[in-house]
């Protein structure tokens, strides 16, 4: 069954204080590994989409990594705006056919002035 | 282009009663996905269109719900006799397959709250 974890489920960061959010998954064949950033009371807002092992992508303060097995989400010298919780997700075959994203549990990232 | 709409934004309801939602995806993106979302749980995958076309359905999607996709456009879940179990975060997405470098790349809106009593 396909299945994507993530951890720590919750970290707490002071302004500045670099680190790494985790999301490992199990799925035949990969068609891409999504990365979202969701707000609280509000839908998930797309980061990145990775395709291929060794593929990297920034955006601001935020890195995201592939390999076979999982991706990294680095937070560099990260702000109080970047608070929210951060989402990975790989599409899932449903019923044989390609439509639905297999959503892990997210990550509770908090920043401290 | 303003993204997905999701109408209301929040419900309350009394168990029993029916609700409906409605979704309008990002123009000409032709692909629609309804999700869940519960308090510290990831998204969960409830149905999704292709143009007016309903392709898959979760085995979440019990008999209470039924979504529809008139003419391909926007959309409406209607969730019949409310439990208060329904009450959680409705996320609508859309796609594009005409977008080869993201076809499957899916653009939430804000979702629709749901509280049943």
């Known amino acids: 069954e396909d299945q994507v974890t993530q951890s720590p489920e919750a970290l707490r960061l002071q302004e500045g204080e670099s680190s790494s959010l985790n999301c490992s998954y199990t799925?035949?064949?990969?068609?891409?590994l999504f990365w979202y950033r969701q707000d609280p009371g509000k839908g998930p807002e797309f980061l990145f989409t990775?395709?291929?092992a060794g593929e990297e992508k920034e955006k601001e303060r935020l890195k995201a990594t592939l390999t076979k097995k999982e991706s990294f989400l680095h937070i560099t010298a990260p702000k109080p705006e970047d608070s929210a919780t951060y989402l990975c997700?790989?599409?899932?075959?449903?019923?044989?056919?390609?439509?639905?994203?297999?959503f892990g549990k997210g990550t509770k990232l908090s920043v401290k002035p | 282009d303003t993204g997905v709409s999701q109408d209301p934004r929040h419900k309350i309801t009394k168990r029993g009663q029916n609700v409906t939602f409605r979704c309008d995806p990002i123009?000409?993106?032709?692909?629609l996905y309804w999700y869940r979302q519960t308090l510290g749980q990831g998204p969960e995958f409830l149905t999704y269109?292709?143009?007016?076309?309903?392709?898959?359905k979760s085995r979440l999607l019990s008999d209470r719900f039924s979504a529809e996709r008139p003419k391909g456009s926007f959309s409406t879940l209607e969730i019949q006799r409310t439990e208060q179990g329904d009450s959680a975060m409705y996320l609508c997405?859309?796609?594009?397959?005409?977008?080869?470098?993201?076809?499957?790349?899916?653009?939430f809106g804000p979702g629709t709250r749901l509280l049943v009593l």
């Open positions: 269109f292709q143009n007016e076309a309903q392709l898959e």
């Open positions: 997700a790989v599409p899932g075959y449903y019923g044989g056919s390609q439509g639905n994203l297999i």
């Open positions: 799925v035949s064949g990969l068609r891409g």
């Open positions: 123009s000409e993106h032709n692909r």
């Open positions: 997405a859309s796609s594009s397959l005409f977008d080869r470098d993201s076809q499957e790349t899916q653009y």
């Open positions: 990775l395709y291929s």
